[in-house]
């Protein structure tokens, strides 16, 4: 038998009710078997509509992969959205409760060969789909959104010739007008610069695990818009 360390968020975790798991399950027996059998323990999870990432040890995996003794295993939502050995380009990349400060994570990006910094700034609107917006709740999976943000920080880098990249996400509450996420990127030229700006914050949608909780006049919602799982994702057998 293998003893799981199991990890529920967001949606999940309000469903289940916890968190945290310790469950064991006999070896060879799946991530998606193991979440198969959450659903028959907690059938609040049975109804949930969205689909569902799966994790171990912090990195993504597909549903066949077999965890082994141990191991901690996250069931991933769909999401909303200073390190040693990163990449040279790879500046602070953070979460945290406090503002957000623009100008200082400008400022870290800074250098005597970039010729231009671009900036991406998500803020808390008042309204949404109709819905009139009172504020947002942020909740992440810290340490593998950490891991996950720098892992897009690097692939910016490899893939257009930046100077310089800094991101921060807020998690907690979030009003109105409110910064939530940042990114700045330098660059010796503007079209490399928005080119990896625009990369980084669409795929931090897509692949970082920080969910958003709105809260609007007459309700709540979680609101996801994961859409796929990162490419190659590695089996085990």
């Not at 795929?203 to 007459?218: D, H, M, N, S, T």
């Amino acid at each position: 038998m293998n003893r799981l360390h199991l990890k529920l968020f967001a949606t999940f975790r309000e469903r289940a009710r916890t968190s945290e798991l310790e469950r064991e399950f006999p070896e060879g027996t799946s991530v998606q078997e193991i979440w198969e059998a959450l659903k028959r323990e907690f059938p609040a999870l049975v109804s949930h509509r969205d689909s569902v990432g799966f994790a171990v040890n912090q990195e993504y995996v597909e549903g066949d992969y077999l965890p082994g003794n141990d191991d901690e295993v996250a069931f991933i939502p769909p999401v909303s959205g200073g390190v040693g050995g990163d990449a040279p380009w790879v500046g602070p990349i953070t979460i945290g409760r406090d503002e957000i400060d623009v100008a200082a994570l400008e400022r870290e990006v800074g250098d005597p060969g970039a010729g231009a910094i671009v900036t991406f700034v998500g803020t808390t609107r008042r309204e949404n789909v109709g819905r009139k917006v009172i504020r947002l709740e942020y909740e992440a999976y810290e340490s593998m959104a950490l891991s996950e943000m720098r892992k897009l920080a690097r692939q910016a880098g490899e893939r257009w010739p930046i100077v310089r990249i800094a991101i921060a996400h807020r998690v907690g509450l979030v009003n109105i007008g409110e910064t939530s996420v940042a990114i700045a990127v330098s660059a010796a030229h503007r079209a490399e610069a928005f080119e990896a700006c625009r990369f980084a914050i669409d795929r931090l949608k897509e692949i970082v695990p920080i969910w958003k909780k709105e809260y609007f006049e007459g309700g709540e919602i979680w609101v996801g818009c994961q859409t796929s799982h990162p490419p190659e994702l590695p089996h085990r057998h």
